[in-house]
């Protein structure tokens, strides 16, 4: 079955230091990625998402992610974060798995602590 | 302003009394689903809805029915709760299975 991997469970970072947070997914076919946040007490919001063409996306706030087929990778990355990036963060993915069926998996999710 | 829209936000209540938990889109999209949130476990899909009277199984849809008679609404039924159950709860719409969902701000129950 598919799966999808984000591979830090809490990250804790000053302002202004530099973010990566990992995912892997298990398929290697066709697939649609996606980032998506929740602030506290929110709903889960689209950051950016990945279907096809350049593999380096960018998404809202200075976020991007990059898409490497080879290493069954999806990671974001900002240069710069700011205490208003706290919050946790999904990586989703989408697999095309015949005769018109997909399937949908998210990440476990990666909370985000930025330290003024 | 395009919103999708859950209610209650927050419901206490016991073992056995059935409940249901609206939600509601207002972008004419076709795809909606239903998603618990857990700790350490992410998000894990209950139901979903391609389309009006369609609707199928996601990854965890044990104690759940869903519906959708109308386009714009895809209702939550547990018919009997479980203290298992207590989570939070988010409706999801897009315009396709593949594309990016809208969330609604969620519901957090809690079964006693």
């Known amino acids: 079955a598919q799966s999808v991997s984000q591979h830090n469970h809490h990250v804790i970072l000053s302002e202004a230091a530099s973010l990566e947070l990992g995912c892997n997914y298990s398929y290697g076919g066709t697939v649609n990625l996606f980032w998506y946040v929740q602030y506290p007490g929110q709903h889960l919001q689209l950051l950016l998402k990945y279907f096809s063409g350049d593999p380096l996306v960018k998404g809202i706030k200075g976020f991007e992610a990059e898409f490497i087929k080879s290493k069954f990778s999806f990671n974001l990355r900002k240069p710069s974060v700011q205490w208003s990036d706290t919050a946790e963060y999904f990586c989703?993915?989408?697999?095309?798995?015949?005769?018109?069926?997909?399937?949908?998996?998210f990440g476990k999710g990666t909370k985000l602590s930025v330290i003024p | 302003e395009a919103q999708v829209t859950q209610n209650p936000r927050y419901l206490i209540t016991v073992t056995g009394k059935k409940l249901t938990v609206t939600c509601s889109q207002n972008m004419n999209h076709e795809y909606m689903s239903w998603y618990r949130q857990d700790p350490g476990l992410g998000l894990r899909q209950i139901y979903y809805s391609m389309n009006v009277e369609v609707t199928d199984k996601g990854d965890v849809p044990e104690g759940y029915k869903v519906s959708r008679k109308e386009k714009r609404n895809f209702p939550l039924i547990l018919e009997s709760p479980s203290p298992n159950q207590t989570s939070l709860y988010f409706c999801a719409s897009s315009l396709g299975r593949t594309q990016p969902q809208h969330f609604g701000d969620g519901t957090r129950l809690s079964i006693l």
């Open positions: 989703a993915v989408i697999v095309y798995s015949g005769a018109g069926s997909y399937q949908l998996t």
